[in-house]
């Protein structure tokens, strides 16, 4: 099975309210990436975190991780309506081959986030 | 600064039908990726290219369906033998590599429908 889940699966707010949305996770990870997907689009990459930080920050965006927790949240302040989109984490996890040196990324099923205007 | 296209954007076939997609990843980037995404499901990875190298297949990819990236550059995904669970969209992704933390760019998706 997938390692990421996100949690909520669907989340409603009003235009300039914080969203956050969750992401658990099973084993061990190198990083952990957060991707956005409008409705019948490809995904756009959002943000990065390693597995030795802890927080980071872009622009609205603030994502943090707990690896003892297994866990990571993405907060988007002052929501827009050009933010509904549906929101995915991926972790990494190493293909069959070590040596091939790759990660294979994991998505869960997303957080789907309509922000009302 | 192009990004990751795929061609086409949809597709409808008839079952049994063989169906190509390509993929054009961003240039300088050597890693390609395939997914495979069904709705309300997040995108499961598919199969992976260093170069022209094929290096990692899904067990979702049954024998129908065969991978190529023969100059190191563009891919194409075929379906053989179309079934109707072969409906979905299907990603391709590249990426330049660790130093980036893999950070895979996704193309638009071909949309899959399978009549």
């Known amino acids: 099975s997938q390692q990421g889940e996100e949690d909520p699966q669907a989340l409603s707010i009003q235009e300039g309210e914080n969203a956050t949305m969750n992401c658990s996770y099973k084993?061990?990870?190198?990083?952990l990436q957060w991707y956005r997907q409008n409705s019948g689009r490809g995904l756009v990459h959002l943000i990065l975190?390693?597995?030795?930080?802890r927080e980071k920050h872009s622009g609205r965006l603030r994502v943090t991780l707990d690896t003892s927790k297994k866990s990571s949240s993405l907060l988007i302040t002052a929501s827009r309506a050009a933010d509904t989109a549906s929101y995915f984490c991926?972790?990494?996890?190493?293909?069959?081959?070590?040596?091939?040196?790759?990660?294979?990324?994991?998505f869960g099923s997303g957080t789907k986030l309509n922000v009302k205007p | 600064d192009t990004g990751v296209s795929q061609d086409p954007r949809h597709k409808i076939t008839k079952r049994g039908q063989n169906v190509t997609f390509r993929c054009d990843p961003i240039?300088?980037?050597?890693?390609l990726y395939w997914y495979r995404q069904t709705l309300g499901q997040g995108p499961e990875f598919l199969t992976y290219?260093?170069?022209?190298?094929?290096?990692?297949k899904s067990r979702l990819l049954s024998d129908r369906f065969s991978a190529e990236r023969p100059k190191g550059s563009f891919s194409t995904l075929e379906i053989q033998r179309t079934e109707q669970g072969d409906s979905a969209m299907y990603l391709c992704?590249?990426?330049?590599?660790?130093?980036?933390?893999?950070?895979?760019?996704f193309g638009p998706g071909t949309r899959l429908t399978v009549l």
């Open positions: 992704a590249s990426s330049r590599g660790a130093l980036e933390g893999d950070t895979q760019y």
């Open positions: 975190i390693r597995s030795n930080e």
């Open positions: 991926a972790t990494d996890a190493l293909g069959s081959k070590p040596s091939y040196n790759f990660n294979k990324f994991y």
């Open positions: 240039s300088e980037h050597n890693r």
């Open positions: 084993t061990s990870i190198n990083n």
């Open positions: 290219f260093q170069n022209e190298a094929q290096l990692e």
